[in-house]
C-alpha cells in the first residue's frame, strides 16, 4: 500500500531561500559574464547542464500560485532553478547582492568543469510542463490509425474506405480469410442514426465472404460481417451487460454491445502487429506535447509487451502509467505484476487497476436511474453487478492497488460511488494514500456531484467527451437531466484537493490535447458540418485556462503518484516540458488550435523539434 503522503498539492515543494536562488541566479550569469557559451544550433539533447529562456513571463511553473516567469536551469534529467532573466541580468553586473567568490564557489561545487549552454526559445512562445493525458489506449489509437473511420459519414464511405484499404494492401487482396480491422465509426453522425448490419458489407463484392470487424468510436460496439457471424458456433439468447442486436426473425444483425462484444473470436494481437500500432502512438503523442500517458486498460499481453520494449529498446520516449485490466468477475490482481519507475530512465508504472461499471452513451450502453429520453424501453447497461464490483474493489484495495472504474451513467456513478464510500468507511482506510478514480463521471445527479468531492474521490474527465456528444446527449438525456452532466467545474469545486485530471479517451477523440484544452475552456466544438461552432450547454462549467492547464500536468501527475517529481517547473522536479509556439493561455479562443508544438523534451531532452 501507497505510504502517499495526504497533503495536495505540495506546498514549496523543494523551496529555494532568497540567498540560494541568488547564488544560483548569479552562478547562471556569472557564467554568461565570463565565457558563455550560446549554441542556438545545438539542441538541450547534447548538453547536461543547459539553461533555457522564454519572452518575459511566458514560462509557465504550475506551482502553487501559478507563477510564471523566464527561465530555467536544467542539470542532467532535472530542473535545477527556475526564475526570471531581469533579476539575472541585474546580478551580471556583479553588485553587492552576491559577492562574486560566493558565485563562483556555488558553480563549481555544483558544476564543476562544465560551462553553461544558454537557450532561447523564439518571440512569442511559451515553455509550460510536460502534457499528460490521463485517460487513453495507446495501442488503440495506432491501431486505429491503420483503418480510422472517424471521418465517414455514411455506411457507403465506410465501405469505399475498406475496399481502398483492401485494393492498397496485397496481402489482404490476396487472401479473403485474412481479417479485417477498423474503428472509429459512429451512427449518430450519419444521416438514419441507426446501427449498421452484417449484410451492409455484402453490398460490396469485395468485401462478401471476408471476415470483418469494426470497433465503433468509443469501442462499446463491434459491427462485424456475416462470415464473423458464421465463425460463432452458437451464440446466446442474452449476455449479461451486453446486447447482440437482433432484428428480422430474431436475427443477428452484426452488432455487439459491450459484454457481447467477447463472443468474436479476433484473433490475438500479434507482437509486430502491437510494436507497429506502439511506434506510431509514440510518434504522433510526442509531435502533440505529450510527455506522459495513463493506459485505461491495460491486458496482461499490453503490459507483457511494454515491458519487452523497455528491455530490448531500453527506453521508452514517453512516460506509461498502466492501468491493468482482466475481462473476469473473480479477483485477478495476481496476473497484474507491481511496477513502479520500471526501466533505465524510470519511465514504466503499474500500480493501478481498470474497472468497468457500464457502456457508453452513444450506444445507449451508458446506465441510467430512469430511461433513455430518446429510447425509452432501456435504461441502459451495467456490465458487473454492484456485488461483483464491489468484491473486486475491496480485494484490490486490501493488495494496494490503485483502483480506477469507467462510470458514464448517473445510475453507473452512484453504484461506484456507493462501494467507495463502503470501502472508505473502514477503519484506516486513507483516501489520499489510495487515491481511487472514476473514469468519465459523464452524468452525475446533483448529490452525487457534491458526494464526490466529500468523499475525496479523483474525477478523471475528457473533456472532448462534452463537445462530441452535443450532438445528441440531450436528446439521449432530456433536457433537466443534461444539467448534471460534463459539469467540470462543478467537479473541481467538488474536489477537496482542487484536483480535475483531464485526458483525451484517444483514439476515442484526437490525440493533440490542445483538442481537450479548448474543449474545457471554450465547450465548443469545431467537429463536423453543417454546423462549424456549436456551444455545448451550460457554458458555466467550462474551466479556466488556469485550471485546464493545472488538468493536463499536475492534477495529472497527483492522479498518478508523481506529483512530487511532475507536473510542475522547479527546482527537484523532473526536467519535462514542451515548447508551444503562442501562448495559449493569453490569445483568443480561436486560436487555440492552431498552436503547435516546437519541442517536446522528456528528462532534459529533446524528443520531438527543436529548441
Given at each position: 500500500m501507497s505510504t502517499k503522503p495526504p497533503a495536495h498539492p505540495p506546498r514549496a515543494a523543494h523551496p529555494l531561500g532568497a540567498a540560494r536562488t541568488r547564488l544560483v541566479l548569479g552562478a547562471l550569469l556569472a557564467a554568461v559574464a565570463c565565457r558563455l557559451y550560446v549554441a542556438y544550433h545545438v539542441g538541450p539533447r547534447d548538453k547536461d547542464v543547459y539553461a533555457l529562456c522564454a519572452p518575459p513571463g511566458s514560462l509557465y511553473t504550475v506551482d502553487d500560485r501559478d507563477t510564471t516567469t523566464d527561465c530555467i536551469v536544467v542539470r542532467h534529467d532535472t530542473i535545477d532553478w527556475a526564475g526570471p532573466k531581469r533579476t539575472a541580468a541585474i546580478l551580471s553586473r556583479r553588485t553587492a547582492h552576491v559577492p562574486a567568490e560566493q558565485v563562483h564557489a556555488y558553480w563549481h561545487s555544483h558544476y564543476p568543469k562544465r560551462r553553461l549552454s544558454l537557450f532561447h526559445t523564439p518571440p512569442g512562445s511559451i515553455i509550460v510542463p510536460g502534457l499528460s493525458d490521463s485517460h487513453a489506449h495507446i495501442l488503440e489509437w495506432g491501431f486505429k490509425e491503420q483503418l480510422p473511420l472517424a471521418d465517414c459519414n455514411s455506411v457507403q464511405e465506410i465501405l469505399a474506405k475498406i475496399k481502398q484499404y483492401i485494393q492498397s494492401h496485397p496481402e489482404v487482396l490476396d487472401d479473403p480469410t485474412r481479417w479485417i480491422t477498423g474503428m472509429g465509426w459512429d451512427q449518430t453522425k450519419w444521416p438514419s442514426g441507426k446501427f449498421p448490419t452484417a449484410d451492409d458489407f455484402d453490398r460490396e463484392p469485395l468485401l462478401r465472404g471476408r471476415p470483418i470487424l469494426l470497433a465503433r468510436i468509443d469501442v462499446h460496439a463491434y459491427w462485424v460481417s456475416n462470415r464473423v457471424l458464421e465463425l460463432i458456433p452458437a451464440l446466446p439468447d442474452e449476455v449479461d451487460g451486453g446486447i447482440i442486436v437482433r432484428g428480422d426473425a430474431n436475427k443477428p444483425t452484426g452488432i455487439f454491445v459491450?459484454?457481447?462484444?467477447?463472443?468474436?473470436?479476433?484473433?490475438?494481437?500479434?507482437?509486430d502487429q502491437m510494436l507497429e500500432s506502439f511506434e506510431i502512438t509514440m510518434r504522433d503523442a510526442l509531435s502533440v506535447g505529450l510527455t506522459s500517458i495513463h493506459d485505461a486498460a491495460s491486458s496482461t499481453a499490453d503490459i507483457a509487451f511494454y515491458k519487452q520494449s523497455v528491455h530490448s529498446h531500453r527506453t521508452l520516449q514517453i512516460r506509461l502509467y498502466l492501468m491493468g485490466n482482466v475481462v473476469s468477475d473473480e479477483y485477478w490482481g495476481a496476473q497484474i505484476p507491481r511496477?513502479?519507475?520500471?526501466?533505465?530512465?524510470?519511465?514504466?508504472?503499474?500500480?493501478?487497476?481498470?474497472?468497468?461499471?457500464?457502456?457508453?452513451?452513444?450506444?445507449?450502453?451508458?446506465?441510467?436511474?430512469?430511461?433513455?429520453?430518446?429510447?425509452?424501453?432501456?435504461?441502459?447497461?451495467?456490465?458487473?453487478?454492484?456485488?461483483?464490483?464491489?468484491?473486486?474493489?475491496?480485494?484490490?484495495?486490501?493488495?494496494?492497488?490503485?483502483?480506477?472504474?469507467?462510470?458514464?451513467?448517473?445510475?453507473?456513478?452512484?453504484?461506484?460511488?456507493?462501494?467507495?464510500?463502503?470501502?472508505?468507511?473502514?477503519?484506516?482506510?486513507?483516501?489520499?494514500?489510495?487515491?481511487?478514480?472514476?473514469?468519465?463521471?459523464?452524468?452525475?445527479?446533483?448529490?452525487?456531484?457534491?458526494?464526490?468531492?466529500?468523499?475525496?474521490?479523483?474525477?478523471?474527465?475528457?473533456?472532448?467527451?462534452?463537445?462530441?456528444?452535443?450532438?445528441?446527449?440531450?436528446?439521449?438525456?432530456?433536457?433537466?437531466?443534461?444539467?448534471?452532466?460534463?459539469?467540470?467545474?462543478?467537479?473541481?469545486?467538488?474536489?477537496a484537493d482542487g484536483i480535475l485530471p483531464l485526458g483525451?479517451?484517444?483514439?476515442?477523440?484526437?490525440?493533440?490535447?490542445?483538442?481537450?484544452?479548448?474543449?474545457?475552456?471554450?465547450?465548443?466544438?469545431?467537429?463536423?458540418?453543417?454546423?462549424?461552432?456549436?456551444?455545448?450547454?451550460?457554458?458555466?462549467?467550462?474551466?479556466?485556462?488556469?485550471?485546464?492547464?493545472?488538468?493536463?500536468?499536475?492534477?495529472?501527475?497527483?492522479?498518478?503518484?508523481?506529483?512530487?517529481?511532475?507536473?510542475?517547473?522547479?527546482?527537484?522536479?523532473?526536467?519535462?516540458?514542451?515548447?508551444?509556439?503562442?501562448?495559449?493561455m493569453r490569445v483568443p479562443v480561436g486560436e487555440l488550435l492552431e498552436a503547435k508544438v516546437l519541442a517536446t523534451v522528456v528528462d532534459g531532452r529533446v524528443v520531438y523539434g527543436s529548441i
Open positions: 459491450d459484454n457481447a462484444m467477447a463472443l468474436i473470436p479476433l484473433p490475438e494481437r500479434t507482437h511496477l513502479v519507475n520500471y526501466g533505465r530512465d524510470a519511465r514504466l508504472t503499474v500500480r493501478a487497476v481498470k474497472l468497468f461499471t457500464d457502456g457508453a452513451l452513444g450506444s445507449w450502453g451508458a446506465s441510467l436511474l430512469a430511461p433513455y429520453a430518446d429510447k425509452p424501453d432501456t435504461t441502459g447497461l451495467l456490465r458487473s453487478s454492484p456485488a461483483v464490483l464491489r468484491n473486486l474493489v475491496g480485494k484490490f484495495y486490501e493488495d494496494g492497488f490503485q483502483v480506477n472504474i469507467h462510470a458514464i451513467g448517473d445510475r453507473a456513478n452512484k453504484v461506484v460511488l456507493d462501494i467507495f464510500e463502503d470501502v472508505l468507511g473502514a477503519d484506516g482506510v486513507d483516501v489520499r494514500a489510495w487515491q481511487p478514480r472514476i473514469e468519465h463521471v459523464q452524468i452525475m445527479q446533483e448529490s452525487d456531484l457534491k458526494r464526490v468531492g466529500r468523499l475525496g474521490v479523483i474525477t478523471s474527465v475528457q473533456p472532448t467527451h462534452a463537445t462530441s456528444d452535443m450532438w445528441y446527449a440531450e436528446t439521449r438525456l432530456g433536457a433537466d437531466r443534461i444539467r448534471g452532466a460534463y459539469a467540470y467545474q462543478t467537479l473541481l469545486r467538488s474536489s483525451s479517451d484517444f483514439p476515442v477523440e484526437g490525440i493533440n490535447p490542445l483538442l481537450g484544452f479548448y474543449a474545457a475552456v471554450a465547450r465548443l466544438s469545431v467537429r463536423r458540418a453543417p454546423v462549424p461552432v456549436c456551444r455545448i450547454r451550460y457554458p458555466a462549467e467550462a474551466l479556466t485556462r488556469t485550471q485546464a492547464l493545472r488538468g493536463m500536468t499536475r492534477d495529472a501527475a497527483y492522479a498518478s503518484f508523481a506529483e512530487r517529481e511532475r507536473g510542475m517547473l522547479g527546482r527537484g522536479m523532473k526536467a519535462d516540458y514542451v515548447v508551444l509556439d503562442r501562448d495559449v
